[in-house]
């Protein structure tokens, strides 16, 4: 859609299905000034969906990746896609995997810009809690804050609403070269580490940068009294450091 010239007409998806609760994330591919999407995921009406596709800004057309490849975590749906510029990733992360949203997912795909293509062999790269409907922001230093959501947190206890919050970030070993991207979590039974909660359970809420700080606006948790829904009124702000 051209907000000067109007529609240009519709186009079909390249695997020909309809979907929801996708993502869809905007990146530079590198040498190239024009921007790019890429699609992931999402539902049909019966089914999670696991494939991606990308949005070339200068063919104005939706293409597959190459090989036909699709996300290598699986279908998932309400998960997050952030773009990391300064490591050209877009992590993937997250998500239910049934349209009934009984279960979830922790895995956390990588998409390199560089090779316009997800990174193989990297299923050791996980949450600690698999969460769906949660929401992830990029703080300084290449940070990506993922917070709240639905999962079974501690494992066994049921799928509800979740006050953790988990954090992709990176460090340098003294004396040596090597970049380490790791995960730290809220919910850590070793006990190292751990990042605080939230003040409450949240799904449906908003997560957003604020100058170095991620800014999370309302939500709803379960009320015990009821078992139903109560919603947040109360913003949070998390600080990373």
């Known amino acids: 859609?051209?907000?000067?010239?109007?529609?240009?007409?519709?186009?079909?998806?390249?695997?020909?299905?309809?979907?929801?609760?996708?993502?869809?994330?905007?990146?530079?591919?590198?040498?190239?000034?024009?921007?790019?999407?890429?699609?992931?995921?999402?539902?049909?009406?019966?089914?999670?969906?696991?494939?991606?596709?990308?949005?070339?800004?200068?063919?104005?057309?939706?293409?597959?990746?190459?090989?036909?490849?699709?996300?290598?975590?699986?279908?998932?749906?309400?998960?997050?896609?952030?773009?990391?510029?300064?490591?050209?990733?877009?992590?993937?992360?997250?998500?239910?995997?049934?349209?009934?949203?009984?279960?979830?997912?922790?895995?956390?795909?990588?998409?390199?810009?560089?090779?316009?293509?997800?990174?193989?062999?990297?299923?050791?790269?996980?949450?600690r809690t698999a969460r769906g409907g949660h929401q992830a922001v990029l703080l300084a230093d290449n940070l990506v804050c993922m917070a709240g959501g639905v999962g079974d947190e501690p494992l066994g206890t049921g799928i509800r609403p979740l006050g953790s919050l988990e954090v992709i970030y990176e460090y340098v070993e003294a004396g040596s070269p090597t970049l380490h991207i790791e995960i730290a979590s809220s919910w850590n039974p070793n006990g190292v580490g751990g990042l605080p909660y939230l003040p409450s359970d949240r799904v449906g809420h908003r997560l957003l940068a604020l100058d170095g700080l991620g800014l999370v606006v309302g939500g709803a948790s379960i009320d015990q009294a009821t078992s139903g829904f109560k919603m947040a009124k109360e913003l949070t702000l998390y600080s990373p450091q």
């Open 1 to 127: 859609w051209d907000p000067v010239n109007g529609s240009h007409g519709v186009h079909p998806m390249p695997d020909n299905l309809p979907r929801r609760h996708h993502q869809a994330t905007t990146f530079f591919i590198p040498g190239r000034v024009e921007p790019a999407v890429l699609v992931s995921g999402g539902e049909t009406p019966n089914l999670a969906l696991a494939s991606a596709m990308l949005y070339d800004s200068v063919a104005e057309a939706l293409v597959g990746l190459a090989g036909g490849q699709a996300m290598p975590g699986g279908a998932r749906t309400q998960h997050t896609a952030i773009y990391v510029p300064n490591r050209n990733f877009i992590y993937v992360a997250g998500g239910f995997t049934d349209v009934q949203r009984k279960a979830v997912s922790a895995t956390i795909d990588v998409f390199d810009i560089n090779q316009t293509r997800f990174l193989d062999n990297n299923a050791g790269f996980r949450m």
